[in-house]
């Protein structure tokens, strides 16, 4: 896997010419002292339950969804000042609907069972990226020209939610057009990280993930065509999982997927607490949840385990940090240590070209041979595309509308060849080929999530393709999921099967969640992530 001379040539120059555009951004950046600004400790008791825990206790009367509601109110008027994460509020309707939640409890004559199973997430406060559809809120993604554009209805998963009895406090910020790591645009500004201020949350579902991180939510939904669930729950301590597409529904969210899009992208459920997850995949499944076995018992020991520390050596992508592979290399002792099992280590040549992989198949037509909407299209008005280079120049007078980020994915699409290189074509479907032999139906992967810990605000503009290492996972179609864990993170991806990789009754699905809730405690992310920001995997206190 050693690299070829050309590869290694490519690497030093685009090192170099990073190294000195790196060096420049940080002489000419202002100095700032938001990092010496920390989050108030969490409190209120109420904020350190889990959805479950809150819906059983409200439930029981035990304690009324008012005030489960109104302490996460309270929490994000004390925190999103510092972490700009929430981008619009429905504080009173969710106060009212709470109200009315206590009130049919206290009318309810079934029982609690009956409450619980129709309703699993009566009276609980949930928050929603503002790319997916909620009624009555913005859903611009952070494109200016959208402003004051408001949904008139709900997103599926959205309203399967709202129909378990979760109530929604608001919507989420995200990068502009829902493209890049970092959750920032000109409408709404930029997220921080709830643990470091002057750190990303990640993107582009980095609202939910900082206000998850910071104990304003307890439950979130966001999307993930290249890591956008995966990335802010790594880079802030939770949990969150990229599911197989097709499972929940893509509808109602902006940009609509188009071309080959909407075979990789995936809607998610993104928590502080993994036993969540099971619960919210089900809802958020809906009709679908029958076709993933969820309900099938695991027994980890008769599962293959297998760990790749980092992706060969890509010329695009930054090495991985020492400190988390050593965090990979825990979790497998752990592994080791605790079910008996023997993990492999294993290398996949094929994933080197990550980042080229997914940029190839990301421009594919679909099944009728549409190609995915220019994004030059999607960042201007209706029937008015912007022009990359002219957005450019007024960038660089401070007179653009959109981020340096849209507008350098515009400028390398408009720029890239429409005829797919075969060397890469090839390169895929060897790796795929590769990744359903290894794993088989038993076989789980642990992977990074990242090569760095969460970067500084706007790094991520220096080191572009370090996103390969999940976005690599779309294009092959696995199941991705960010977890939390005593020490670093570790990733891990399930067990495929040929062509059941193309169908939702896939064999390895059920993995997905009994595997992660089982063993989340003894320091197994299972599906997808290295330990969160800073070796912080605890709620901000």
Not at 173 to 193: A, K, P, Q, T
Not at 274 to 286: F, Q, S, T, V, Y
Not at 300 to 317: A, E, Q, T, Y
Not at 420 to 425: A, C, E, G, K, Y
């Amino acid at each position: 896997m050693a690299l070829t001379r050309l590869e290694r040539a490519q690497a030093w120059i685009l090192s170099a010419c990073m190294g000195v555009l790196f060096a420049l951004f940080r002489l000419l950046s202002p100095r700032r002292s938001r990092g010496l600004i920390k989050l108030l400790p969490v409190t209120n008791p109420l904020l350190m339950m889990s959805a479950m825990q809150l819906a059983q206790r409200i439930r029981r009367r035990e304690v009324s969804s008012v005030e489960v509601v109104q302490a996460y109110i309270d929490r994000i008027q004390e925190v999103n000042p510092l972490l700009n994460a929430m981008v619009q509020d429905r504080f009173a309707a969710a106060l009212l609907e709470a109200a009315q939640v206590d009130k049919l409890i206290e009318e309810e004559t079934g029982g609690e069972d009956v409450l619980e199973d129709r309703l699993p997430l009566l009276g609980v406060p949930l928050t929603v990226k503002e790319a997916f559809a909620l009624q009555g809120m913005p859903n611009t993604a952070g494109v200016v020209s959208r402003r004051g554009v408001l949904s008139v209805g709900d997103a599926p998963p959205v309203a399967l939610l709202k129909r378990a009895g979760a109530i929604p406090l608001g919507v989420t910020n995200s990068s502009e057009l829902c493209m890049w790591s970092e959750s920032h645009n000109h409408l709404y500004g930029i997220c921080n990280n709830p643990y470091d201020l002057e750190r990303t949350p990640g993107g582009s579902s980095g609202g939910e993930g900082s206000m998850l991180g910071g104990g304003a939510s307890v439950i979130g939904i966001g999307s993930d065509i290249g890591g956008s669930i995966r990335m802010p729950c790594f880079f802030n301590g939770v949990f969150g999982h990229k599911t197989t597409p097709g499972v929940i529904s893509n509808d109602c969210q902006y940009p609509p997927a188009s071309g080959r899009h909407e075979d990789y992208l995936s809607t998610g459920p993104m928590c502080r607490y993994a036993e969540d997850l099971l619960p919210m995949l089900r809802i958020m499944a809906g009709p679908n949840a029958h076709k993933l076995s969820l309900s099938v018992e695991v027994d980890l020991r008769n599962l293959r385990f297998f760990s790749i520390p980092h992706d060969g050596g890509s010329p695009l992508v930054s090495a991985v940090d020492e400190q988390l592979l050593q965090a990979q290399r825990r979790v497998v002792e752990r592994l080791e240590s605790d079910l008996g099992v023997k993990v492999q280590e294993v290398r996949l040549s094929g994933l080197k070209y990550g980042f080229q992989i997914w940029d190839t198949y990301m421009g594919l037509p679909d099944k009728e041979g549409k190609r995915p909407t220019p994004f030059q299209v999607l960042m201007g008005e209706p029937g008015r595309p912007v022009w990359p280079v002219w957005e450019l120049a007024k960038w660089m007078m401070g007179r653009s509308p959109h981020t340096m980020a849209a507008i350098g994915l515009a400028l390398v699409e408009i720029t890239s060849s429409s005829k797919p290189s075969p060397f890469i074509l090839k390169q895929k479907e060897k790796l795929q080929k590769e990744v359903e032999e290894l794993l088989g139906t038993d076989g789980v992967l642990l992977y990074p999530t990242h090569p760095h810990l969460a970067p500084k605000h706007h790094h991520p503009l220096f080191t572009p393709f370090n996103f390969a290492y999940t976005g690599v996972i779309n294009v092959l179609g696995l199941p991705g999921g960010d977890w939390e864990a005593p020490g670093p993170p570790v990733s891990s991806h399930g067990p495929l099967s040929g062509e059941d990789l193309r169908r939702l009754e896939r064999p390895w699905s059920h993995l997905t969640w009994p595997v992660s809730i089982k063993h989340c405690r003894v320091g197994v992310l299972i599906f997808y992530d290295q330990f969160g920001l800073l070796n912080q995997n605890k709620l901000v206190t």
